[in-house]
T-cell receptor, first 114, second 112 residues
Framework: IAGITQAPTSQILAAGRRMTLRCTQD?????MYWYRQDLGLGLRLIHY???????GKGEVPDGYSVSRANTDDFPLTLASAVPSQTSVYFC?????????????FGPGTRLTVL | DQQVKQNSPSLSVQEGRISILNCDYT??????FLWYKKYPAEGPTFLIS?????DKNEDGRFTVFLNKSAKHLSLHIVPSQPGDSAVYFC???????????FGTGTRLKVLA
């Protein structure tokens, strides 16, 4: 593994189903982030984690949950998917929390909720 | 309310000419700004950044200008190349949160 990986690459999901998007980084970055990208709205922060064991809410956290059990993994869970959660989801990591840092992005997961 | 705005959804430029991408922000607390480039089916990649103590930062063909009084920044690409064709996002952060707010993106097309 090099950098950030996300799985699955794409998924079609029935409304009401539970879904977990996986994100793993091998750069030992403290900070990790989840964004969604929607046409005309750019990238919006869903949740973030400054370090293992801590998480925080971003701009659009409703309907999503995250956990950070270790440094490398930062899964995003949709407990009961709705069509408005159809989007492209990007995971990112950064070298430090609490300071300016370049964020490294994964390749994205395209999710369609029907 | 969009705190970071990129008012031009798209821009076409001839190869070899200058590309100018603009970004406006409303929050005066923002003090660090980045530009990202995104190709289709890939994640965004970092391009260049600038802090509020500067008004210009240059890296090869890419230069970012910051006008704090106007709450405006711009990315200049000179000379533009076909490989620069991508979506460009600006992002802003303040030292209180270190979380970034992204603009909506501008799709640049460089014509050969």
């Amino acid at each position: 593994i090099a950098g950030i990986t996300q799985a699955p690459t794409s998924q079609i999901l029935a409304a009401g189903r539970r879904m977990t998007l996986r994100c793993t980084q091998d750069m030992r970055h403290n900070a990790m982030y989840w964004y969604r990208q929607d046409l005309g709205l750019g990238l919006r922060l869903i949740h973030y984690s400054n370090t293992a064991g801590t998480t925080g809410k971003g701009e659009v956290p409703d309907g999503y949950s995250v956990s950070r059990a270790n440094t490398d993994d930062f899964p995003l869970t949709l407990a009961s998917a709705v069509p408005s959660q159809t989007s492209v989801y990007f995971c990112a990591s950064g070298t430090e929390s609490g300071s300016y840092n370049e964020q490294f992005f994964g390749p994205g997961t395209r999710l369609t909720v029907l | 309310d969009q705190q970071v705005k990129q008012n031009s959804p798209s821009l076409s430029v001839q190869e070899g000419r200058i590309s100018i991408l603009n970004c406006d922000y409303t929050n005066s607390m923002f003090d660090y700004f980045l530009w990202y480039k995104k190709y289709p089916a890939e994640g965004p990649t970092f391009l260049i950044s600038i802090s509020s103590i500067k008004d210009k930062n240059e890296d090869g063909r890419f230069t970012v200008f910051l006008n704090k009084s106007a709450k405006h920044l711009s990315l200049h690409i000179v000379p533009s190349q076909p490989g620069d064709s991508a979506v460009y996002f600006c992002a802003a952060s303040d030292s209180g949160t270190y979380k970034y707010i992204f603009g909506t993106g501008t799709r640049l097309k460089v014509l050969a």
